[in-house]
């Protein structure tokens, strides 16, 4: 019996593992952890975060980014 760890993580149909993602801005490596300090009256909380705690890179409208697959563009 085949059972997923709980690092999967769905990203549209395919099942992806948390380390097979990476930050769209910097290329780095991401954890499924909401950033340190994270204010909660700023909304919803990223899901994703690198590794040093700090909120993935934000893109060119200043929100925080979806983490993306490692092989995508
Ligand atoms: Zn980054």
Known sequence: M??????????????????????????????????????TSAGIVPEFSHPDGSVLCPDGYGRVPEPVERWSR
């Open 2 to 39: 085949i059972v997923h760890e709980q690092t999967d993580y769905e990203l549209g149909d395919d099942l992806v593992d948390v380390t097979d993602l990476v930050c769209p801005g910097c290329r780095g490596a991401v954890v499924e952890a909401p950033p340190a300090g994270w204010p």
